[in-house]
């Protein structure tokens, strides 16, 4: 599929009284498309994506067409919500440790490149920490510098070691053998779920 086709597709999978922020609607999408400005048009449509749960294969349809429009940002948040959708996602409050207290030097990549291991509880079978992996993707920042505090979106690399995470539950950020990072869960969305458990 083209440009034009994979987004009036994915428009198709927005229910039509759906509405952003500023009361844009489907229809102005389609006004947007019949005048080819794609990139407004997906722009649009990431920001329905963000009001309401929506299926995986309308951000694959933008994942597609953002990677054909050459917008690597798009793409990357795009692909980035299909593995929300399949592994599931946990948003919280993370505060990294300042440089003088920590390994990191260096800001980290805030749009899902890193995949730290995680203290969510969980046990060894001889009694002590064992760790989760997820990936992270920071909300509304391209870097988070060290000490620095942002939300975050997780995605677990096995669900079901997630699955006793809860609102309120602080856990805490490893690069290596010392705490990176410290966070307190404030939504949690399993897979297939559309509403976050609290």
């Known amino acids: 599929m083209d440009v034009t086709e994979l987004l009036e597709s994915a428009s198709l999978l927005v229910p039509e009284e759906a509405a952003t922020e500023d009361d844009i609607s489907v229809r102005d999408v389609w006004d947007y498309l019949a005048h080819d400005e794609w990139q407004i048009a997906l722009g649009l449509l990431e920001e329905f994506g963000d009001g309401q749960p929506l299926p995986l294969m309308f951000w694959e349809q933008l994942a597609e067409a953002a990677e054909q429009l050459g917008l690597e940002r798009s793409a990357a948040w795009c692909h980035w919500r299909c593995s929300e959708i399949r592994n599931g996602m ?49 909300e509304d920042m391209s870097v988070l510098e060290p000490g620095g505090r942002a939300a975050v979106r997780l995605v677990p690399l096995t669900p079901a070691h997630w ?35 609290r």
């Open 163 to 197: 699955a006793h995470v809860e609102t309120g539950q602080r856990i805490s950020m490893y690069e290596d053998r010392t705490v990176a990072g410290t966070a307190v869960v404030l939504e949690v969305h399993l897979p297939g779920t559309a509403m976050p458990t």
């Open 90 to 138: 946990i948003r919280a409050d993370l505060t990294l440790r300042p440089s003088a207290e920590a390994r990191r030097r260096t800001p980290i990549s805030g749009h899902g490149v890193l995949r730290p291991m995680w203290d969510i509880g969980n046990l060894s079978p001889t009694g002590g920490v064992s760790v989760s992996i997820a990936g992270l993707w920071v």
